[in-house]
């Protein structure tokens, strides 16, 4: 009977360690509902762009990982900046991932969607500036989520 107890314990103490694991992973994930954003927002970057005499931008699937991978970090680090917790920095991490030649970046965080979150960098001088540069072709959009019901989102641009 005592062995019986035991490996009930035993079974029952790892199948906690195992969820609690699991439950460590669930609130931020770097893949999922913020992969393929890029698709999606095509059409609405095509619009503002044009309507500010600027040729549409292509989805880039390089620059949609870069921004999947900084809107990972910043969900689960907390903090929205261009710097990772490693030191890296925007150009580093373009270097890293092999993006070369006129690059920029837009992050933002908040409970919003797409349209929104364009909608915020299109009324920021800065951010605009980015999205209507007419040197830019190509963009990579992503968000991760925190857990909390903010999206951490980051927009990778390159010529």
């Known amino acids: 009977m005592q062995f019986s107890i035991g490996k009930t314990c035993c079974f029952a103490a790892t199948a906690a360690l195992l969820f609690a694991l699991t439950a460590c992973g669930t609130a931020v994930h770097e893949v999922g509902p913020g992969a393929g954003v890029s698709a999606s927002a095509a059409a609405a970057i095509a619009q503002l762009r044009t309507e ?8 880039d699937g390089a620059l949609e990982q870069a921004a999947l991978q900084q809107a990972g970090y ?3 680090s907390g903090e929205m900046e261009h710097t990772t917790g490693f030191g890296r920095d925007f150009v580093s991490r373009m270097k890293k991932d092999n993006i070369h030649g006129l690059r ?3 992050i933002a965080y908040g409970a919003f969607d797409t349209s929104k979150v364009l909608d ?5 001088p800065p951010h605009r500036k980015n999205m209507l540069d007419q040197r830019i072709r190509r963009f990579g959009l992503a968000y991760v989520s925190d857990g909390n019901g903010r999206r951490y989102w980051a927009m990778v641009m390159a010529d």
Not at 52 to 59: D, E, H, R, Y
Not at 120 to 124: A, D, I, L, N, Y
């Open 104 to 106: 920029a970046e837009n």
């Open 120 to 124: 915020v960098w299109m009324h920021s």
């Open 52 to 59: 500010n005499g600027v040729s549409p931008l292509k989805t």
């Open 74 to 76: 910043m969900a689960r």
